[in-house]
């Protein structure tokens, strides 16, 4: 069989990685080529992200790349969600991106709440509310000393697009969670435009363009590489990967946030959906992402973080001997979202006593086992949608103790893997738009149903 190889640029906020994935006789095979940490620094106030610096290990990747796998057809990029750079005039990136951990939007959102009540908002956008979506980021950019400067607002993996290929584009999937789309006619929403904009929309599958000069000298790529769009919302692109069966199926794409829902043919904006804070996001396809970010695995990274000499797989055996039942926090309150003192702030939240970091470990599972059980069932029941299995995708897949309780919280069915949907579903999207992979999503979902290692619990 001839193999394909799509290359793949997957950033989270605690790491990312460039990925070849190669498609031959129907399987698809993904090949880690270059890693490299991410995280939130302090830079003039604000907590940023190194982007610049995401930039260099995105070439250095794509060397080595071109090194293992010569026949490179296209390269797909995803990131995380809402956050951007402002480009001047020339094109020129103003400052480092500020994260969405920073806290920079309170007043904001005020100011725009004001201006559009949250239900006119949710009629608009169909977004459950979180304090950093694009929209009050954009507000409170107002009064940063670029603003004037500003002539383009580019989503982060837009912005890697524009340095590898000099094309300014906005992915739709991704401009989805800007909150200044307009939900049902899937283009920007005139009443709610910035002053400054982002580049017109483009969907996953075309061609962003072709490798810059520079890009192709610094990697060794062919010149003849496009860029192709997939869906750059990461979430976008592990949903795209579920190794599902049929349609009667939920997911949740777990990693430094949890994303828990189901896919829909089109929007629900009842207001129940919106009191339980459900938001519509644009799926690949024009399919909607029903789902809530509930709250994630930062709880523990951020935890570790100040245990430097105890490991996660220790810690997660120990919290596996610990009994049922014990204190819980509510994954989602925004008392988390900035970094720092993780153990101290779960402690001050959580309904018991929290005396080890095995305790705290075991604390974080069971709420976010709660939350995604909790969620799956408001998800069923807002949309009418039958759930027989609930798929959970990436890092979190393969926390067994994370998918057992799920099992058991929810009385559903919980599938695990494939742990890299995210840049599974990255390069699957550039196959299909080369030819390599199947034309429906559902397609190429029964395929991933049968190749990937999957692991099943069923409810205790
Ligand atoms: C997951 C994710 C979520 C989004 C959050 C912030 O990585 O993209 O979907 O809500 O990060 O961008």
Do not use: K
């Not at 837009?158 to 992915?171: I, K, P, Q, S, V």
């Not at 794409?253 to 949890?258: D, P």
């Not at 807002?382 to 979190?396: A, F, M, P, R, S």
Request: hydrophobic residues 40%; glycine residues 10%; negative net charge.
């Amino acid at each position: 069989v001839s193999a394909e190889v799509f290359g793949a640029v997957d950033i989270g906020a605690s790491g990312g990685r460039v990925v070849a994935g190669v498609v031959a006789g129907g399987r698809t095979t993904l090949h880690v080529v270059h890693r490299f940490p991410n995280g939130v620094v302090t830079r003039d106030g604000h907590l940023r992200w190194d982007f610049t610096g995401l930039y260099r290990e995105v070439l250095t990747g794509l060397r080595a790349l071109a090194a293992a796998f010569p026949e490179v057809v296209s390269i797909g990029i995803d990131t995380w969600a809402v956050d951007y750079g402002l480009l001047d005039e020339d094109g020129t990136l103003l400052a480092e991106p500020v994260s969405y951990r920073d806290g920079r939007t309170a007043q904001a959102v005020e100011r725009v709440h004001a201006r559009t009540s949250p239900e006119a908002l949710y009629a608009i956008n169909g977004l459950q509310f979180l304090p950093f979506t694009t929209l009050y980021q954009l507000e409170a950019e107002r009064s940063s000393p670029w603003w004037d400067e500003a002539a383009h607002v580019v989503l982060l993996p837009d912005l890697l697009a524009y340095w590898l290929t000099g094309e300014l584009r906005t992915e739709i999937t991704n401009a989805s969670t800007t909150g200044l789309l307009d939900v049902r006619t899937r283009t920007w929403a005139p009443e709610l435009a910035a002053d400054v904009p982002f580049p017109p929309l483009q969907e996953p599958g075309e061609v962003r363009g072709l490798l810059r000069p520079e890009v192709v000298a610094a990697t060794g790529l062919p010149a003849t590489t496009p860029v192709t769009s997939v869906g750059s919302h990461d979430t976008a692109s592990a949903v795209v990967a579920l190794p599902a069966d049929g349609s009667r199926f939920a997911y949740v794409s777990s990693g430094t946030w949890s994303l828990a829902g189901v896919e829909l043919p089109g929007p629900v904006l009842s207001a129940r959906a919106r009191e339980l804070n459900f938001t519509n996001e644009g799926g690949v396809d024009g399919r909607t992402r029903f789902l809530r970010n509930v709250g994630g695995l930062w709880l523990l990274q951020e935890s570790l973080r100040e245990w430097p000499d105890r490991d996660l797989p220790t810690l997660l055996a120990e919290a596996e001997t610990l009994p049922p039942g014990g204190p819980t926090v509510d994954v989602d309150d925004p008392a988390f979202i900035a970094p720092g003192d993780m153990p101290n702030r779960i402690a001050a939240a959580a309904t018991g006593p929290l005396r080890t970091p095995a305790e705290t470990v075991r604390c974080v599972l069971d709420s976010l086992a709660t939350a995604y059980a909790r969620t799956i069932d408001q998800a069923a029941t807002l949309t009418g949608h039958d759930v027989d299995v609930i798929h959970i995708v990436g890092g979190g897949s393969r926390n067994d103790l994370l998918c057992r309780l799920t099992a058991s919280l929810s009385g559903r069915r919980v599938t695990a893997g494939p742990v890299e949907a995210t840049a599974l579903g990255n390069v699957l999207v550039q196959a299909r738009a080369h030819g390599a992979a199947p034309a429906t999503l559902e397609a190429i979902r029964a395929t991933l149903a049968t190749t990937e290692d999957i692991r099943h619990y069923d409810p205790a």
